[in-house]
């Protein structure tokens, strides 16, 4: 019977891949329940993918910010509350330590006649996720002010400080440069993306002990203090949504943040034309003579619950195919820079596929490394706003982070 | 009451009590005293799109079958209280021993994530409860003043601060505050000073929480206290009138006396209140210059899906601790009262 049913299946998957007009995805029922962040990319993935409810087929989704504290007990329950969580490099961490995704090797050789081998994530030789969209932090800039100055766009952060200064002096601007750096998790994020762009480990080479008070911590330190001095002085509560309205408002001229806000930043929406029409991408810059430009490559791409009944993991994965199929990919040009296959990048891959190509490194994939982000979101504050050096603040970070990975188990 | 009666009468409610205030309590407490098994790790090859390389990962098999044997965890005892993380007693005295001053001591101790937490709500507390009680008095003094016509709408007006869910209030007010706002832009002008930042600076910071606490909480007292007003008997006042007191005279010698039990049951539920501020901490992006005991739980808690239950747990055991110490004197106070009274 399962033979049978496997034949059945497979002759379904034929039929599907070989009428392409016809619009559902061929599967023949069970229910997909989708748990996701909340942005435009994953808005077109899911909306897509939401194609496939027809008939005996269910799809459902839950796109919210919060997702992250949801999946773990979303994903435990049995059967799970969801079928699928959309993650990231470092959200796939708490459910490999729990053990709640499915290896998806069987469904790839089954349904994945689409996939680029380079989306399959594996570990330990099993795919556990397939990745569909990139996304990094890198350089946006305003044209029109770079050329007022006389500078070029920065390739470092020496010459973007440079540049920060020209801008001032001119009296162009008080505040030329921007930042996510709102304590906490983004404030954590600055520091993993300079401190990479530096050259620096952040773990002792194979283990979970902390590495992070060297020299070229504090040079990390330093040049956020360094670049903090032209942002505007509410820095230190700037988040992404903050830092697109500064730039939209035309009184920040640089700023290094995540590539998939390039649509926002540029349509016309809550800016002028001269403005939006000025803002253009690059690589994100190099620092301290490094050569690999200082930021994390991510990826997102999707899961499969290990508690799921196979017909629903099944039905999800192939959902999920059809949400990132080239046709979507090409429909959304703008909202992300996707990693499908026959798909042609548009002006707002520029900056990611620059950092990318000059060899930028992923964000690590350790399962302790968020914990040490938090650690350092927290205790780099007291640094930024002038309280400690850079070496105590370090010190605090390593110290707080040993802490919550001897209550996590990770350290003994 | 027969105790029979009283027995039955109250039952209800210790039960409830028990399931819902007790029990969970007690979880807590066991919770804060376990910490997570260690995990079994393991090296394996990790690809991806930006290519592969070796890194550790938890067996997450071995660590189910320890996770499995044990389900609260490894039992820590009060390791978690005493850690970096909490009251940090091992930082504590090297801090003490190595300071070259009481100045240089407190400023490191005030460093360690508890301990700023711990300052700035008590400073809040301390700060905002007064301030509360006394502008909640004037406030209702005013309201009873005014012609009956104008009293239901200066009364809704008037509360509309408490009726405002806690995060959208301080959000709007962040926004006010903000350089661009109404609020921020017209203490730029007035200091002339155009860098001047509400949200830069880590004292105005203070400031702009207490001052949303107080403008949150007052109509509480005011309702408290208004409603009070009405009791006081109007022949003490018309003869304290006859007698040729000044409206302050009746005021200080018939008023206060008559609210001074309102004044203590006021200041009980603002001290527990503000005790466990949160929300202006979320909504005035105010953790880089001040943390609140319970913006620690809520960040442990948040942990990227690493949640830290034990520390979180033992923040609130000492949170809990915090709130019996502080209404201590108020509680002693009370019974007091009740004891003259039999």
């Given amino acids: ?92 961490q708490p459910l490999l330590n729990g053990d709640l995704i499915r290896p998806l090797d069987d469904y790839v050789a089954k349904y994945g006649e689409g996939l680029q081998k380079t989306q399959l994530i594996t570990i330990d030789g099993k795919v556990m996720a397939v990745a569909f969209m990139a996304n990094a932090q890198h350089l946006f800039y305003r044209a029109d002010i770079l050329e007022k100055a006389g500078v070029q766009p920065p390739k470092t952060y020496e010459e973007m400080l ?22 906490g998790w983004n404030l954590g994020e600055e520091f993993v993306n300079m401190y990479i ?68 930043v540029t349509d016309a929406e809550g800016s002028t034309p001269e403005i939006a029409g ?19 490559l991510w990826w997102d791409g999707f899961t499969v619950a290990k508690n799921a009944s196979d017909e629903d993991a099944e039905a999800t994965f192939r959902a999920l195919a059809h949400g990132t199929s080239s046709d979507m990919a090409n429909a959304n040009v703008d909202k992300a820079v996707w990693l499908i296959g026959g798909y042609t990048p548009g002006p707002n891959g520029e900056g990611v596929l620059a950092s990318a190509s000059a060899g930028a490194k992923p964000y690590p994939m350790v399962p302790y490394m968020g914990l040490l982000h938090n650690a350092l979101g927290a205790e780099v504050v007291d640094f930024m706003s002038g309280k400690e050096d850079a070496a105590q603040a370090l010190a605090d970070a390593e110290a707080a982070y040993v802490t919550a990975a001897k209550e996590k188990g990770f350290i003994k | 009451m027969p105790h029979r009666t009283f027995f039955w009468f109250v039952l209800p409610s210790v039960l409830a009590m028990i399931v819902f205030i007790a029990l969970p309590i007690a979880s807590v407490f066991m919770q804060s005293l376990h910490v997570a098994h260690d995990r079994v790790m393991v090296e394996v090859e990790n690809c991806g799109p930006f290519g592969c390389k070796k890194e550790m990962q938890v067996d ?38 190595g300071a070259s001053s009481l100045g240089a001591f407190l400023s490191s101790m005030f460093a360690l994530p508890f301990y700023k937490a711990l300052l ?36 809704f007006f008037s509360l509309l601060p408490m009726i405002i869910t806690p995060l959208i209030g301080s959000l709007v007010l962040f926004w006010m505050i903000d350089a661009n706002g109404v609020i921020g832009a017209t203490i730029q002008r007035l200091a002339n000073d155009p860098n001047l930042s509400l949200k830069a600076s880590a004292p105005l910071t203070w400031i702009m929480l207490m001052v949303y606490g107080i403008w949150h909480s007052a109509p509480f007292a005011f309702v408290v206290f208004y409603a009070g007003l009405q009791t006081v008997p109007a022949d003490t006042l018309e003869s304290a009138m006859i007698d040729g007191a000044s409206r302050w ?15 203590t049951f006021v200041g009980l539920i603002q001290l527990m209140d503000n005790f466990r501020v949160f929300e202006p901490v979320v909504g005035f992006n105010a953790e880089a210059h001040a943390t609140s005991l319970s913006w620690i739980i809520y960040n442990d808690l948040k942990n990227q899906g690493e949640p830290l239950y034990g520390s979180a747990a033992a923040t609130s055991m000492l949170t809990i601790f915090g709130v019996a110490l502080l209404l201590s004197p108020v509680l002693v106070r009370t019974w007091c009262d009740f004891s003259r009274k039999r």
Wanted: proline content about 5%; some cysteine; aromatic content about 8%.
């Fill in chain 1, 1 to 92: 019977m399962k033979i049978s049913r496997i034949i059945l299946l497979a002759g379904v998957a034929l039929a599907a891949a070989s009428t392409n007009a016809y619009a559902g995805c061929g599967i023949e029922k069970g229910s997909v329940r989708i748990l996701s962040n909340d942005f435009p990319a994953l808005h077109a993935v899911v909306d897509k993918a939401s194609e496939c409810a027809e008939g005996a087929v269910t799809v459902t989704k839950n796109q919210t910010k919060e997702h992250e504290s949801l999946a773990v007990p979303g994903l435990s329950a049995n059967p799970p509350e969801f079928t699928s969580h959309i993650v990231a490099n470092s959200s796939i």
């Fill in chain 1, 162 to 183: 440079e540049a920060a200064k020209l801008i001032k002096e001119k009296g162009l601007m008080d505040h030329p440069l921007g930042g996510t750096y709102k304590a």
């Fill in chain 1, 197 to 264: 762009g530096m050259g620096g480990e952040f773990f002792k080479e194979g283990s979970a002990e902390p590495a992070i008070n060297n020299e070229k911590g504090v040079a990390t330190l330093e040049m956020l203090k360094s670049l903090s001095t032209h942002m505007n002085p509410d820095f230190l509560t700037f988040d992404s949504n903050a830092l697109q309205a500064e730039f939209e408002a035309g009184k920040t001229a640089m700023a290094v943040f995540w590539g998939s806000r390039y649509g926002a």
């Fill in chain 1, 278 to 296: 000025a803002i253009k991408i690059a690589g994100a810059p190099t620092v301290g003579g490094g050569s690999i430009p200082a930021t994390t």
């Fill in chain 2, 60 to 97: 997450a098999a071995a660590t189910e079958a320890l996770r499995r044997a044990e389900p609260l965890g490894q039992f820590a005892g009060l390791s978690i209280y005493l850690n970096r993380n909490h009251l940090a007693t091992g930082e504590l005295a090297q801090m003490w021993s």
């Fill in chain 2, 120 to 155: 700035f709500t008590l400073a809040y507390t301390f700060v905002v409860t007064p301030f509360v009680i006394v502008l909640g008095f004037a406030i209702a003094l005013a309201v009873n003043a005014v012609p009956r016509v104008l009293k239901g709408p200066t009364i």
């Fill in chain 2, 249 to 263: 005279e009746r005021i200080r010698y018939v008023v206060i006396p008559h609210l001074a039990p309102l004044a």
